[in-house]
């Protein structure tokens, strides 16, 4: 009942005129006067910002803000995969045959990659799901020192990937908007990072147009809270031990640990 009531009141919502409006109210010259109230009420940390609040332009400038040069270094040594963004870590594990586990939903990397050869390559692998909040910063970073051998969009209209989402959606993280990007190691050891958008502002911008990319490089960003779900090959990596659900995670901090085998 709850589900269903849940997916009724999103579809009545998730329309593409009210998803324009809010873009093009966040957008507007007037929208700057939210900012104060914004950062106050999400309690979005100003220490870290490249410049002045009142320098923004606008709600969205505010939302893709970029950070002082230093705010988010790169941790840990060479073997270590990165966090990509600054999110809540929502869930991780194994790959169950090519089932992952979210909120009790299982959802088929087949169909959230739609590619044969990549869904093969991470059967029984592990998973990382991480979600950014709308105060969150939205940037998003190469979790490791990599080259893009593909990238792809996919899926349409968008869901909220929040927690309700999540739990009562209609599978937001296989169906909503995303952008799908392969990175090969020098060793061989290949890394899937799916940029999943948002509900209304579904808008997921890449920034980066060399495919050689160095570990906590900018990539893209997000014009709102959204989810990145990080792909692992089986007995490549090893999750850290101090990852736990429900806890936040930076740029540049280390989330797993490349293991010692012959690739």
Same mark, same amino acid.
């Given at each position: ?6 997916r009724?009141?999103?579809?009545? #919502?998730? !329309?593409?005129?009210?998803g324009?409006?809010?873009? =093009? &109210? ?5 929208? =700057? ?5 914004? /950062? ?7 220490d ?8 923004? $332009? ?13 705010? =988010?270094?790169? *941790? ?6 990165? !966090?990509?963004?600054?999110? *809540? ?9 090519? &089932? ?12 959230? #990659? ?12 592990l ?21 893009? $051998? ?15 989402? #999540? &739990? #009562?959606?209609? !599978?937001?993280?296989? $169906?909503?908007?995303?952008? /799908? ?10 890394? &899937?990072?799916?940029? /999943? ?12 147009? !060399? ?13 709102f809270?959204? $989810?990145?779900v ?34």
């Amino acid at each position: 009942m709850r589900k269903h009531l849940y997916r009724s009141i999103i579809s009545l #919502l998730n !329309s593409k005129w009210i998803g324009k409006c809010i873009q =093009r &109210a966040s957008r507007s010259s007037v929208s =700057r006067r939210l900012i104060p109230a914004f /950062v106050k009420v999400l309690k979005v940390p100003t220490d870290e910002l490249n410049k002045n609040i009142k320098e923004f $332009t606008s709600l969205e400038d505010f939302f893709v803000r970029k950070l002082k040069s230093g705010a =988010r270094p790169v *941790k840990g040594g060479k073997k270590e995969i990165v !966090s990509p963004v600054d999110a *809540k870590v929502e869930q991780f594990g194994e790959i169950k045959g090519e &089932a992952i586990n979210i909120k009790g939903i299982s959802y088929s990397i087949g169909n959230l #990659l739609e590619n044969k050869e990549m869904m093969e390559r991470f059967q029984e692998g592990l998973f990382i799901v991480l979600y950014l909040s709308p105060h969150d910063y939205h940037r998003i970073h190469s979790p490791a020192d990599a080259v893009v $051998t593909k990238q792809y969009e996919l899926g349409g209209k968008s869901t909220p990937v929040n927690k309700w989402g #999540l &739990a #009562l959606g209609n !599978s937001p993280i296989s $169906t909503n908007y995303r952008i /799908v990007t392969e990175l090969k190691q020098d060793d061989g050891m290949h890394i &899937a990072l799916i940029k /999943v958008g948002a509900m209304w502002v579904n808008t997921i911008q890449l920034s980066h147009s !060399s495919s050689h990319l160095k570990k906590g490089e900018e990539v893209g960003f997000f014009n709102f809270g959204s $989810t990145v779900v990080l792909l692992f090959e089986k007995r490549k990596v090893s999750l850290k031990e101090k990852l736990k659900r429900e806890s936040f995670i930076k740029v540049g901090e280390p989330l797993a640990n490349k293991r010692n085998v012959k690739f």
